[in-house]
């Protein structure tokens, strides 16, 4: 990256004006505390360090420590210059004409790291109950967690990503009797579902069921004596509802893994005899209690009621647990953020389990308000809902998934479907795409007979098809130098994809690819409209044409392997 370069050259420039003792008793600095930054002016500069911090090392004023360092620096072809107590650092041509061959050489794998420890990783998200449609707040962890499990493959990780599928509570049976009392209208009885609101709360009332009443009767003549066989018909229609509809979203899992079978393998029970032989439970009350205070939660937690049956913690134990005895190295799960006091019980029971709780991640994201023609709609699980299959049908699957990657996870996200929906500058994704469709119509321009239609001449010097794939399959970097001043903006945000990806897989954020894209594709629209590519100047145009090529494959890099979205080439 260009400005570890320029790190990298003050660094080595200091370390030499040391060893001539130029910056006095700098020899008690360690080397590692210069940081980079933007200039506020970018007239400056593409970069500045500031020197400052070595002032409390070397006793001499900040400007002097800068004009010292900048006397020992290889510059190049590149530019370094003092103002107070910065260096700042403009790229020469080398170095930028060397970053777009990089983009030509690597194509599909530029800003991909070369040396990671790569990890084996589980990544859990969504994990909804098999009873009804998603809502669009599960919508947000798809996308979300989607875009994760690519950046992290990207970056070199090993990925495996799953939904845990809450099939073992009471909401099953709840289910089965939802679909019961459904059925029973479509059999033409005059039944309802109860409209006490304790009672109501026993039942699904959504017109989800309606069909799912219908499919049932269509290979049984009635209701069967036991709720079960409805139980279970109802929680395959959901999830096959759920699976089509993951597909459709371009949302893949490796696997779905059902809390029923981990409860019917024995493994909960397990973990909590594990635990109680190890004394990390005690009773009172009736009840089982994990110390899980012992491990830094702020009070201990119930794993088995007074009736011998089980919390959702006990599962959630032995459901980590056996992730862990998989063989993964890392956990990270994306939760609601009103699971935020869940967490440190679940690492507690990790510890006192004997494996490293810092092997757990867990990501807490705030929910989706949805804005229709400027007003919030309120979501309801139970009745009138909308779902996101409904999002997804009106906005389209690319306008979801960008929308719903777009913003930090632990800020509360305002999907405005109007503005979802607008072919225009103001839709981000629309503004994106259109950038990556505009470098292909370019390009395609390039090699196309441009004729004028009162002549009968060519009206323009366009490149022949043999030039223009010497061009991309021997990119040639001193091509690049003619436009490198009008350019110089378009490629050091070209160089910026490599440390947004390394910071965004890190930090594990998936909304600064999102602003990345947008940001490259208003520094694309800008050198575009400020700069004519096709021209009789062969080398200016070739020049342009490879800037052009280098823009194109980082946006489709960006949104179909990454982002997950389409890369169109015409719109």
Not at 49 to 73: C, E, G, H, M, W
Not at 77 to 95: H, M, P, R
Request: proline share 3%.
């Amino acid at each position: 990256m260009i400005k570890d370069y320029f790190l990298n050259s003050l660094e080595t420039a200091l370390e030499n004006a040391i060893k001539d003792n130029k910056l006095g008793a700098m020899q008690e600095y360690t080397k590692g505390t210069l940081t980079v930054e933007r200039p506020k002016n970018p007239d400056f500069g593409d970069y500045a360090v500031n020197v400052s911090s070595l002032a409390r090392f070397a006793k001499i004023a900040p400007p002097q420590i800068a004009d010292t360092i900048k006397k020992y620096v290889n510059d190049d072809d590149n530019k370094y210059t003092v103002i107070g107590g910065f260096i700042n650092f403009k790229a020469g041509e080398k170095l930028l004409s060397n970053l777009i061959r990089k983009i030509f050489e690597k194509k599909s794998d530029f800003g991909k790291p070369e040396n990671i420890q790569p990890e084996k990783i589980i990544l859990e998200y969504i994990s909804a109950n098999p009873t009804g449609p998603f809502h669009i707040g599960h919508g947000r962890w798809a996308a979300m967690g989607s875009v994760l499990a690519n950046l992290l493959k990207f970056y070199g990780h090993e990925v495996y990503q799953e939904f845990y599928i809450n099939d073992a509570g009471s909401q099953i049976q709840k289910l089965g009797n939802s679909l019961a009392i459904r059925i029973r209208q479509e059999l033409g009885e005059n039944v309802d579902f109860p409209t006490d609101e304790t009672e109501r709360k026993n039942y699904y009332p959504g017109d989800y069921l309606i069909p799912v009443a219908k499919k049932y009767l269509q290979t049984h003549k009635g209701l069967p004596e036991d709720v079960k066989e409805l139980s279970d018909f109802a929680k395959k229609e959901m999830e096959d509802l759920q699976k089509a509809l993951l597909d459709n979203f371009n949302v893949h899992f490796d696997n779905f893994y059902s809390e029923l079978t981990l409860h019917n393998s024995g493994k909960v029970e397990e973990c909590v005899n594990k635990l109680k032989a190890s004394g990390k439970i005690y009773e009172k009350d009736g009840a089982k209690w994990f110390k899980s205070s012992d491990y830094g939660d702020d009070q201990d937690r119930v794993i088995k009621k007074a009736d011998g049956s089980n919390t959702y913690l006990t599962a959630d134990i032995a459901y980590h647990i056996d992730k862990l005895q998989r063989g993964f190295d890392r956990m990270i799960n994306i939760w609601g953020a009103d699971h935020h006091g869940y967490v440190a019980r679940v690492k507690a029971s990790i510890e006192a389990l004997g494996y490293d709780p810092n092997k757990l991640e867990v990501l807490l994201g705030q929910l989706v308000n949805l804005v229709i023609d400027g007003n919030e709609v309120r979501m309801g699980k139970r009745k009138n809902m909308v779902t996101l299959e409904d999002l997804i049908n009106e906005v389209g699957v690319d306008s979801t998934r960008f929308w719903m990657s777009m913003r930090n996870i632990d800020t509360t996200l305002d999907f405005d479907i109007e503005l979802a929906k607008k072919n225009t500058d103001e839709n981000p994704i629309f503004y994106v795409q259109y950038a990556h469709a505009r470098a292909c119509s370019i390009l395609r321009n390039v090699v196309a007979e441009k004729i004028d239609t009162q002549t009968g001449e060519k009206s323009s010097a366009p490149m022949s098809q043999k030039d223009f794939e010497q061009l991309v399959n021997g990119f040639d970097a001193d091509i690049v130098l003619p436009t490198v001043e009008t350019a110089r903006k378009l490629i050091l945000k070209l160089e910026e994809y490599k440390s947004v990806i390394k910071m965004s897989a890190e930090t594990r954020q998936v909304y600064t690819i999102c602003r990345y894209v947008q940001e490259l594709a208003s520094e694309f629209h800008s050198f575009y409209n400020a700069n004519r590519v096709i021209s009789d100047d062969k080398d200016m145009m070739k020049a342009r044409i490879s800037l052009v090529w280098a823009v194109k494959t980082v946006l489709h890099n960006a949104l179909q392997d990454i982002l997950g979205v389409n890369a169109p080439e015409k719109m």
